[in-house]
């Protein structure tokens, strides 16, 4: 470098700038983990002469054998440390040859590569190709999966995958753990099953019959089907299936239908299919015997509605007459549907009787064939026959005879309710209520729930109400009945609301009746029996929430009536304020669990003014009560509420402020996954943070970051990942708390941080890598241990230095460090340089490094600012002499633009006595050749004009300086021509110069000499009407090239002086006047060689 800078700071330019080529421009460094890599690279000049130069790398951990090189080809050998690497890592550099053929790079990039596990498919180096594996042979990805060599695979995946293998070993490792692994590390789908069709129907099914059912599936991976029946009749063979035995992505799934299990008619199946994440069902239908007969069903409608019309007609909403027409119309087309049944023309009879149209009814009576000895066959007919016939006769022996009948029947059909009902209507013993109650009330426990037997009943009870002495299960199914159907009279509803008062527990029946009776006659005593019948229940469900709040609202006086309102209240739907009772109530204090009170309190909050008395009673209890839940860490929607007014940062300790960053990051997780039993929460290093139960409220988790993974756990035991789809809703987020939590932390935690800060050194940063550590530790650090080592040298401090001026963090310590250090590529030098200058840092040295780098590599480009600093501050005069030179020869040679401050400078080294070389010369006329220059200049260029002239060295631009200079230098009368060509070419000039209007004659040939550099100029006088038509032939390395043909033809000027200018005169005088100035021209010349003597 130092030889090159000699030879340009004398003017030599003549050694050729080596043509660089590079083999490799990019390097691929394949590391192993801890390793040291070794590799070259080479480049080499194709042209002759060696190559010098200098090489840095971009990285600390590249480190070159020999850092200067010299040669022709060159080999570059250096190392890569990857010492403290984790495999998977990338880094990419470059390498910077700074040589006196220029400056270039060498890409190149660094990987660690991953360790391995080899298997009979080859190589598995990754969680990709462990994928790959899996779909290529399941059971073969599986057994490496039970391998502890598994670690070496997913050594270097993200963690969070990491922490999930190691928590699945000590779950399960089978085929169905290995498809939760990869659809938990996005590996893969989730397989879900499609049927083709969802049911199908059979008919004539005579012996056991096969069917199929194609079950299909939407992607590759394992899964486990469980196959099971309902229905008797259905059976399958295989009850447990997987997706192996898939062929494709379809399976036939074989079923049975046993005809040995069928009954008649329409018989209803199922086939269910269950995966951990899915049930499917396909119903099966199979018909058999199946007879229909539209008229029998059709007699038992319109018989419904006949009986539906007799208890309106009962409870009073339908008249007698009406009733009556309304119910022969329909029993007349009973009997034309079934005219069989002999029970339709009794029952007639009965109508006619009830509508006082006796002679119908006798009428009808008559055409029935009645057969004592018969009345076996169908005693509830017989017994109906001759119950009617005592209602029509008015015969008391007939009477008495008819229940002797019926009761004998009774007692050998002692479970007919039917002939009971007839009995108790005509024998004697029965007209006392009590005793028709008692065998009543037998005949319902033996199974007797007809609406006409609960009707028989409650006429007693409709007829008189004290006989109701209790409410049993006979009694309270009776009243329920009656309610049911409006039958139940006021008078009974109040007495049987007395009665339900007293009862020490709670019945839903009856509690049935009580409801109905209130929706006949709200009245507040039953409303009354109602809540304390609930309240004895201890019932909280929100369905009699209803009673509750109607007790509330009427203001009944009822034992623990507030607590139950609360209780029963379903908070998430409850938007409207609670009644002022309910504050009154609780203002003293309550005994509700949170949510109630969470509720009260919320409510209040919302709907209560803040200046009210009630308010002020109730401040303290929930400034309390919100403190308190705060630290049990529960939160929902109404605690939500109270938390945002009371919870103020006066408030917050240190156990208070780690709670509120809990609540702040609770979630409600829901799924629709069935069997879910546990949900666990799993951070990203592997630890179970959380395990809570699953309910059919969903669960509450904590989730502090976007790396916690949740996993599912079924009842069944097995876990599951990313296969069990789930909804997550955020339940406390406030800006303002989570900035409260920031604050403190950050203000516990700074302390620690700066303990790190101590004990931060370069020796850590270079074992555990730059990428590690925050930029303003690293500048803190930095600045440290330079002014701590009084700015001494360092390579890994300057790298860690530059890289952190590449991101813009520096400060005026880094950056004169670095002015003073760094050595790297010219435009990495020249933006610390600008940078440099912004803060005022003394860049000498670096400039004259930069200076220098250019020069070597010859590779200049906007350096003159920093040339003219560096000028100013006092230059190395060689470096000096180099630089102004090689501008120079730029500008001249290679057209290059140059700067006024360069050529200010020449001038201001001639005047100062300091020899300038002639390219400088040639530099300062070129320039000023088309510019005005100031009187002070004008005796520089003239003294340069001067010496170059004088020396037989010339350019055509000289002609554009003033004529005066140009006679005194003998330039006035001559035609410069130029030629540039290559260097080191032979260059031929070809003319002809022509007189007037002549053409042709032969060219002559002249050999050119450079006048400097690959700069040809040849110099001719051409007369008036003269012009040179001309060529240049130019000849290298054996290959010859022509250029244009030109013409230039010298037009004189008015008033030339000298004797070129008489010459030019003469010639183109008119033939009148020329031999005059031929003679005058003649004695001129005599004259002057007489009176001056040459020498």
């Known amino acids: 470098m130092k030889n090159k800078i000699k030879r340009f700071s004398k003017g030599d330019f003549q050694i050729q700038k080596p043509d660089v080529i590079f083999p490799e421009t990019r390097l691929i460094l394949r590391v192993g983990e801890g390793e040291m890599y070794k590799g070259s690279f080479s480049l080499q000049n194709q042209l002759d002469g060696d190559i010098r130069g200098l090489v840095y790398p971009s990285s600390y951990r590249v480190q070159c054998e020999e850092q200067g090189f010299e040669g022709n080809p060159v080999n570059i050998y250096f190392t890569y440390d990857g010492t403290g690497l984790l495999p998977g890592h990338v880094e990419h550099g470059t390498f910077t040859i700074v040589c006196n053929g220029g400056e270039y790079e060498v890409a190149f990039t660094a990987i660690i590569e991953k360790p391995f596990v080899m298997t009979a498919y080859g190589k598995v180096q990754s969680l990709d190709d462990f ?237 029935y064939n009645y057969n004592r000895f018969a009345i076996g066959k169908n005693i509830e007919i017989s017994s109906y026959y001759l119950y009617l016939t005592t209602l029509l006769s008015n015969d008391n022996v007939g009477q008495r005879k008819v229940a002797e009948e019926l009761s004998k029947i009774y007692l050998k059909n002692p479970d007919s309710w039917k002939v009971l009902c007839m009995l108790v209507n005509v024998d004697q013993q029965y007209k006392i209520y009590s005793e028709r109650l008692r065998v009543l009330e037998q005949q319902f426990f033996e199974g007797a729930h007809s609406i006409l037997f609960y009707m028989e009943a409650y006429k007693i009870y409709r007829e008189k109400s004290t006989t109701l002495k209790r409410l049993g299960t006979f009694e309270i199914h009776v009243l329920l009945f009656a309610t049911k159907y409006k039958l139940l009279t006021k008078e009974l509803a109040l007495y049987t609301a007395n009665l339900a008062s007293q009862q020490k527990q709670f019945d839903k029946h009856l509690y049935g009746v009580l409801v109905g009776a209130y929706k006949m006659y709200e009245d507040s005593m039953i409303l009354t029996a109602i809540c304390t019948l609930l309240i004895k229940g201890s019932c909280t469900d929100n369905v009699y929430f209803m009673w509750y709040e109607k007790a509330v609202e009427s203001e009944l006086k009822i034992a623990q009536l507030y607590e139950y309102y609360m209780a029963s209240i379903k908070v998430e739907h409850f938007s409207k304020p609670l009644p002022r009772s309910v504050y009154l109530y609780f203002m003293h204090g309550n005994a509700l669990n949170f949510e109630k009170c969470a509720l009260l309190f919320s409510n209040l909050i919302t709907y209560v003014d803040d200046s009210s008395e009630i308010f002020a009673h109730y401040r303290e209890s929930m400034e309390e009560f919100a403190l308190k839940q705060l630290e049990k860490r529960r939160v929902n929607e109404r605690l939500r509420i109270i938390y945002k007014r009371f919870l103020v940062e006066d408030l917050m300790d240190p156990e208070r402020i780690k709670a509120l960053y809990d609540i702040c990051h609770a979630y409600e997780i829901t799924t629709k996954v069935p069997n879910i039993q546990y949900l666990q929460v799993i951070s990203d290093d592997g630890t179970i943070t959380q395990k809570v139960p699953y309910t059919e409220n969903g669960a509450r988790v904590f989730l502090y970051s976007k790396t916690d993974r949740i996993v599912w756990e079924g009842k069944e035991g097995r876990h599951y990942t990313d296969s069990v789809p789930y909804e997550s809703k955020r339940l406390f987020y406030e800006l303002r708390y989570m900035d409260m939590c920031k604050r403190y932390m950050n203000t516990n935690s700074q302390g620690g941080r700066e303990n790190i800060k101590e004990e931060l050194t370069l020796e850590t940063v270079k074992e555990q890598n730059i990428e590690n550590f925050g930029e303003d530790e690293l500048l803190a650090l930095c600045s440290k241990v330079i002014r701590e080592t009084n700015y001494s040298s360092d390579d890994f401090l300057t790298y860690v230095c530059f890289e952190l001026f590449k991101k813009k963090q520096y400060d005026r310590v880094t950056l004169t460090y670095l002015t003073n250090f760094f050595c790297g590529t010219t435009s990495e030098m020249k933006q610390l340089w600008g940078e440099a200058k912004e803060y005022e840092i003394h860049t000498h040295p670096l400039s004259e490094r930069i200076i220098t780098q250019m020069l070597f590599s010859e590779e200049m480009f906007g350096e003159e600012a920093i040339f003219e600093e560096y000028y100013a501050e006092g230059a190395y005069f060689r470096l000096q002499q180099a630089y102004l030179n090689y501008a120079s020869k730029e500008y001249v040679v290679e057209s290059r633009k140059i700067h006024r401050n360069v050529i200010d400078i020449i001038c201001k080294e001639f005047e100062k006595g300091e020899q300038i070389l002639d390219i400088c010369k040639i530099a300062v006329l070129k320039y000023y050749s088309t510019r005005e220059f100031s009187g002070s200049l004008r005796k520089t260029l003239k003294a340069f004009m001067q010496d170059l002239c004088t020396r037989q060295i010339y350019f055509p631009f000289f002609m554009e300086y003033e004529e005066n200079w140009l006679i005194e230098f003998q330039l006035w009368d001559k035609t410069l021509i130029e030629y540039r060509g290559q260097r080191g070419s032979r260059v031929m000039l070809y003319y002809q110069i022509q007189n007037g209007n002549t053409e042709g004659g032969t060219y002559q040939m002249e050999s050119l000499v450079p006048m400097y550099d690959n700069i040809y100029v040849k110099k001719f006088v051409l007369y008036a009407r003269e012009r040179i038509r001309y060529y240049f032939k130019e000849t290298v390395d054996g290959n010859s090239y022509r250029s244009d043909k030109q013409v230039y033809e010298k037009r004189p000027m008015r008033g030339e002086k000298g004797r070129y200018g008489k010459l030019n005169r003469m010639i183109l005088a008119k033939e009148d006047t020329k031999a005059k100035r031929m003679e005058a021209y003649a004695k001129e010349e005599a004259l002057a060689a007489y009176m001056f003597e040459q020498y």
Not at 221 to 246: A, C, N, Q
Not at 265 to 277: A, M, S, V
């Open 131 to 367: 994928k790959k594996l899996s779909y290529r042979d399941f059971a073969e990805a599986e057994k490496l999966f039970r391998s502890r060599d598994f670690y070496e695979i997913l050594k270097y995946e993200d963690k969070r995958i990491k922490a999930l293998y190691d928590n699945m070993r000590k779950w399960e490792l089978d085929q169905q753990a290995l498809e939760e692994f990869l659809v938990g590390c996005k590996q893969k789908e989730k397989i879900f099953l499609m049927m083709e069709e969802v049911s199908r129907a059979f008919s004539d099914v005579t012996e056991t019959r096969k069917e199929m059912l194609t079950i299909t599936k939407n992607t590759w991976g394992y899964l486990e089907i469980d196959v099971r029946t309902e229905g008797d009749f259905l059976m399958v063979e295989h009850t447990k299936i997987t997706t192996d035995e898939f062929i494709g992505s379809s399976y036939r799934l074989e079923y049975f239908i046993r005809n040995v299990a069928l009954h008649k008619g329409n018989n209803f199946g199922q086939i269910i299919l269950e995966t951990p994440y899915e049930t499917l069902t396909y119903e099966v239908v199979v018909a058999k015997d199946v007879v229909e007969d539209d008229e029998y069903q059709l007699a038992d409608i319109e018989y419904a509605h006949l009986l539906k019309s007799y208890i309106s007609y009962e409870a009073g909403t339908t008249d007698l007459n009406t009733w009556v027409d309304d119910a022969l119309e329909r029993i007349g087309k009973i009997r034309e549907l079934d005219k069989t049944n002999e029970m339709y023309l009794l029952v007639q009879a009965h109508i006619f009787l009830l509508g006082n149209r006796r002679d119908e009814a006798k009428r009808v009576l008559e055409s």
